[in-house]
Structure formats: structure tokens, C-alpha cells
């Protein structure tokens, strides 16, 4: 394949991440009413960072939990929120913000604003309260509701405003990329128990430049993380949601016989905590991913991992092992559109993503974490797609696998000198090949307009010309 491919290709993602760019900067939030609930300032707030000035007013607001139509809500108590369901809540970008939850109904109820890492004690019981206190240091618009399970769901969920509700914060979202480096080497030895802890983590990320999105994760990362046994071993799951989702979570993983791949014993409410075992009799490299209905909502936001089941033996040696997997993102804008994003069930359903994505975010192997390798040594590459939906025509620009296990079949005898390998959603393949040339390698789906969609990866491969096996000038670079 021309060397000139990936300059061109590079070019591409330029220009998209520019588009990206210029779009962040005229975004704004359309229907978000104008506010009055706001109640008169009170004396300084306990928590307060000591950043107050006349510019930066506190704001206090009290809710109380109804049932109003017969659906669970927060009503506004006091000032213009007065009797207003589910009340907008408007504060100044820096302002420390009061809420006061007083239970009108009696069941148990709390209010959580993830975006803040504010969360209420869980209070039961008529006109029990509780209150929380944050700093609002982030423009735009977020959640607050109930995180009792359903109680969401059930209608207690409200916004709030801050600022001009335009999201700034999309610039500064951590990354949620899993480099692909990021992987154990196994510990050799007999059959053991290997105990793996995961936790499902749902938090704000960088989805791409200028761009955030709420992700759910297995320990904070996409994909999960890798986890590596050998066949025969015993593996004790424990499966921990944090109290501040505000889903459940499960794990389910295709190296498990068992009920659901161990979906069925594994359903965790936010701040609860499941356990169970399995034996590992099948070798091969197998997808987990959440299962909690929607089960397609939760990988597409990014809940899934691989887990190797070594063969007998042992995998062979080689330089360098890479961990990669791909993975659709829904959102309600379209793709480049700056902000915060939001999940879009319509495109879900209509399998129409807005992105595609290595490691759970664009850029997240170009620029972000690219993979390194030298001329003459040997590479493996787990592959695996999370999906939910879409299958992958995995390929290397410039490369060729030397071995393919189709399937991730790996006591197969694995498929020989293969340009292009197939990889179903929900499944996986190991590749390996040795490096002869030194230069930008692009892991693609060669589906390619997935590559304009966020979907690339680099292997850049240092090390000397090797003209015998490749001889030309890359067009606008000074060369290797
Ligand atoms: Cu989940």
C-alpha cells in the first residue's frame, strides 16, 4: 500500500478535528427557560472556598418530594420555585449552591448531582431533611435527581443551570481512554483463583476534541480492563457500582458457562456490591460487557473489556502486546458538534452512531496514546469490538497480519498472511506481525467511513529504512 495513504489520511483527521473546533464555539443550549426561583442570598455557606464576591452570590434553593399525577417529583418550596415541579435551578458559574431536600411523602429519596460529585444522605420518613452544599464551577446544564433506584426514572429528575448553561467544560473533561499498552503479562504458574475486582464508574469524559460525554465505564476506563487468565483457573468476580451512578450494572462474560455469563448474579444497584465465581474451561479471548437493559445503551456507553483464557502452555512470546477495542457513540448532535453531548436512543435504534471509536474516544490512539514498536520486532494485537451493533473489517494500513486466530479461536490453527479480518460485535480476533519498515501504521476499520468518524489508531514504527522491502519518499515529510 502507498506510504502517501496515511499522510492523506492524517489529513483528513486534521481537517475533522478543526470542524470540531469551529463548531464548539457556536454551540449553544436552545430551550432552557429563564428562571425566577432563585431565593434571596443567606449568610456564608459551610464549604465555601472563600472565593466570594459581589459577582459570585451564593444561591440556596429548598425542594421537597410529591407525588404529583401520580409520578414521583420534586416540587419547589419558597420564591418563585414556589409549587413548580421538578424546578429549573439557575446559578452563576462559580456560585456555592445550597439544596435542601425535605421528604413530603415519606419514602426514601436523596438527591444526587453526579456533575458535582454532590450527593444527599438517603432520607425516609414525612418531613425529614437533608441538604447538600457544592460549588457550581462548571458552565452548562446538568442533572439532579433521585438516585433510588427508579426513582429517576419515576419523574424525580430536574436541572440545573449554570451560567449561561453554555458547556465549557467539554475541553477540560478527563480523558477515558485505556492506552492500549495497558494490559498484564501473565504470571505463569499452575491453576489458581484470580480475584478481579471491577467497579462501574459513570462519569463526564472527553469524547473527542471540545466535545464531552457521559460514559460508563468498568474502573473509570474504555475498554475495561484486560483481564488475563489461564484455562482452568478460577475467577472470583466482584462487581462493585458506585453510589453515585445512577444506573444498575452487571457484568456478563462470554468466557463464562453460567447463567448469563454471570449477568443473572451480577445485577448492582448504585452503592451495592455483588460477588461470583467461575471456571475458566474454555481457552480463547472472549468479550464481558454490562447487561443491564438497555443493554445495547450501556456498551454503547462504553461498558465493555476483554478477558484472555490462555491456552494450555501459554501464549508464545512477543515484543510487544497492544489491547484494543472498538465501540459506537450515540449522540443527539452530530458528529464534530462541540459541548456536552447527549446519549441519543432514536440513532441507537436505527444503529446510525455519530462516532466510532478506538479505546472509547476519537483521537484516543492517534494523538492521545499512540502505539510504539521498532523495525524487526513482533507485534500482537487483542482486538475486540464492544459494538453494541456494528461488525468490524479490522485492518493495519501498510501492514499485513501474519497471523490471524479467527474468532479469537486460539487453540484453532490460526489463519496465515490476511489483509482484512472480520470481527463480529461481541467478539474478538488476536493478530500478530513482525515490523520491516519503520512508519505510521493506521489501524482502521476498513468500513472507512468510520476513519471520518473517529475511528484510527497509530502504531508508529521507529527503526532503520529497510529498502529492500520498501523504497520510496513520503510526500511532504522529511522521512524516517
Ligand atoms: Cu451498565
Avoid at 427557560?33 to 449568610?43: F, I, N, S, T, W
Wanted: net charge negative; proline share 6%; hydrophobic share 35%.
Amino acid at each position: 500500500m502507498s506510504m502517501n495513504r496515511p499522510t492523506y489520511l492524517y489529513g483528513i483527521i486534521v481537517a475533522s478535528l478543526l470542524l470540531v473546533a469551529l463548531v464548539a464555539g457556536c454551540q449553544g443550549i436552545s430551550g432552557v427557560p429563564a428562571v425566577l426561583g432563585q431565593q434571596p442570598e443567606a449568610a456564608h455557606q459551610p464549604g465555601s472556598e472563600g472565593t466570594n464576591s459581589s459577582e459570585n452570590a451564593e444561591a440556596q434553593f429548598t425542594l421537597k418530594t410529591a407525588i404529583s399525577d401520580g409520578k414521583m417529583v420534586f416540587v419547589g418550596v419558597g420564591g418563585g420555585l414556589e409549587g413548580l415541579v421538578n424546578p429549573e435551578l439557575q446559578v452563576q458559574d462559580g456560585d456555592v449552591v445550597q439544596i435542601t431536600l425535605i421528604n413530603g411523602d415519606g419514602a426514601l429519596h436523596d438527591i444526587t448531582l453526579p456533575d458535582f460529585q454532590a450527593a444527599s444522605e438517603q432520607i425516609t420518613g414525612k418531613e425529614s431533611t437533608t441538604q447538600i452544599t457544592f460549588t457550581a464551577g462548571i458552565e452548562g446544564v446538568f442533572p439532579y435527581f433521585c438516585s433510588v433506584p427508579g426513582h429517576r426514572q419515576a419523574g424525580m429528575e430536574g436541572r440545573l443551570v449554570v451560567g449561561t448553561g453554555n458547556p465549557t467544560a467539554a475541553a477540560e473533561a478527563p480523558s477515558i481512554v485505556r492506552p492500549a499498552t495497558d494490559l498484564p503479562g501473565l504470571t505463569a504458574g499452575p491453576s489458581t483463583t484470580v480475584h478481579l475486582d471491577l467497579e462501574t464508574v459513570e462519569l463526564e469524559g472527553k469524547l473527542a476534541d471540545g466535545t464531552s460525554y457521559t460514559f460508563w465505564t468498568f474502573n473509570g476506563k474504555i475498554p475495561g480492563p484486560f483481564v488475563r487468565v489461564r484455562v482452568g483457573d478460577r475467577v472470583a468476580v466482584t462487581l462493585k457500582n458506585d453510589i453515585l451512578s445512577t444506573q444498575n450494572h452487571s457484568v456478563d462474560f462470554h468466557a463464562v458457562t453460567g447463567p448469563g455469563g454471570g449477568a443473572a448474579v451480577t445485577q448492582t444497584g448504585p452503592g451495592q456490591e455483588t460477588r461470583f465465581s467461575f471456571q475458566a474451561l474454555n481457552p480463547g479471548l472472549y468479550v464481558y460487557h454490562c447487561a443491564t437493559p438497555s443493554v445495547a445503551h450501556h456498551i454503547a456507553n462504553g461498558m465493555y473489556g476483554l478477558i484472555l483464557v490462555e491456552p494450555e502452555g501459554g501464549l508464545p512470546p512477543v515484543d510487544h502486546e497492544f489491547y484494543v477495542m472498538q465501540g459506537e457513540i450515540y449522540t443527539q448532535g452530530a458528529y464534530g458538534e462541540g459541548g456536552k453531548q447527549e446519549f441519543s436512543r432514536e440513532k441507537m435504534m436505527a444503529e446510525t452512531p455519530e462516532y466510532f471509536v478506538f479505546n472509547g474516544a476519537a483521537g484516543s490512539l492517534t494523538e492521545e496514546h499512540p502505539m510504539k514498536a521498532r523495525v524487526g520486532e513482533t507485534v500482537r494485537i487483542f482486538f475486540g469490538v464492544g459494538g453494541p451493533n456494528a461488525v468490524s473489517s479490522f485492518h493495519v494500513i501498510g501492514e499485513i497480519f501474519d497471523r490471524v486466530y479467527d474468532q479469537a479461536s486460539l487453540t484453532s490453527t490460526p489463519l496465515t498472511n490476511v489483509q482484512t479480518t472480520l470481527v463480529p460485535a461481541g467478539g474478538a480476533a488476536m493478530v500478530e506481525f513482525s515490523l520491516d519498515v519503520p512508519g505510521r501504521y493506521i489501524l482502521v476499520d476498513h468500513a472507512l467511513s468510520r476513519l471520518e468518524r473517529g475511528l484510527a489508531g497509530y502504531l508508529m514504527v521507529d527503526g532503520p529504512d529497510n529498502p529492500q522491502v520498501f523504497e520510496g519518499t513520503i510526500q511532504g515529510d522529511s522521512g524516517h
